[in-house]
């Protein structure tokens, strides 16, 4: 993403957050964001962006976006090379976040990286708890976002409370568990 791009972008995202601007102006901003998530190639678009820029705004949208892509069912058609990107991509993100961060991004990190789970693990990505786990020597944050990740993980994909009892939602909990407690559970216990 060029700099003049990524200027509007952010101030487009910056834009939607603001209830005191023009309203012509907001919802101008809110249309150009809504075709960027439905566009081909805005996923790139959102890591680019979540990668780049300082404004925790920024980030919080390009997160949600990702999320919204995943939860649609639209990352469940893409290319293995795609699949790889965008898994990287937000590996590498978490690996940088702070011990600093604010609670709302690691929240919604949390978020997209468990929705990541439901589709990908173990077959898309068998990989991803044993990764989880070598995270762990980054730190204080990572057991911080470690525990962000299982917990939203339980919560979200798991438990009978989230819904993970429903007819469509019971196969995908199956899966999670019976592959972590054949995997990983007793590295993560």
Not at 12 to 19: D, G, Y
Not at 45 to 70: K, N, P
Not at 119 to 143: I, K, M, T
Not at 150 to 155: A, F, P, Q, S, Y
Request: glycine share 4%; aromatic share 10%; charged share 20%.
């Amino acid at each position: 993403m060029d700099e003049a791009s990524r200027e509007q972008f952010e101030q487009a995202v910056l834009a939607s957050f603001n209830q005191t601007i023009d309203a012509n102006f907001r919802h101008a901003a809110l249309t150009s964001l809504t075709q960027l998530k439905q566009a081909e190639g805005g996923w790139r678009f959102c890591l680019d962006g979540l990668h780049q820029t300082q404004h925790v705004e920024v980030q919080f949208w390009c997160l949600q976006a990702l999320c919204e892509l995943v939860q649609q069912g639209r990352y469940a058609v893409f290319s293995a090379d795609e699949v790889a990107s965008l898994q990287s991509a937000v590996f590498s993100w978490l690996e940088r976040v702070s011990a600093s961060e604010p609670p709302f991004i690691k929240n919604k990190l949390a978020q997209l990286l468990v929705a990541i789970v439901e589709v990908d693990y173990p077959d898309r990505w068998p990989a991803f708890f044993a990764s989880l786990l070598g995270y762990l020597n980054q730190g204080d944050g990572a057991f911080d976002m470690f525990n962000r990740i299982l917990r939203t993980l339980h919560d979200e994909a798991l438990s009978a409370e989230s819904g993970a009892r429903t007819p469509e939602r019971l196969p995908i909990s199956t899966r999670i568990k019976d592959t972590m407690r054949a995997d990983c559970m007793a590295h993560i216990v």
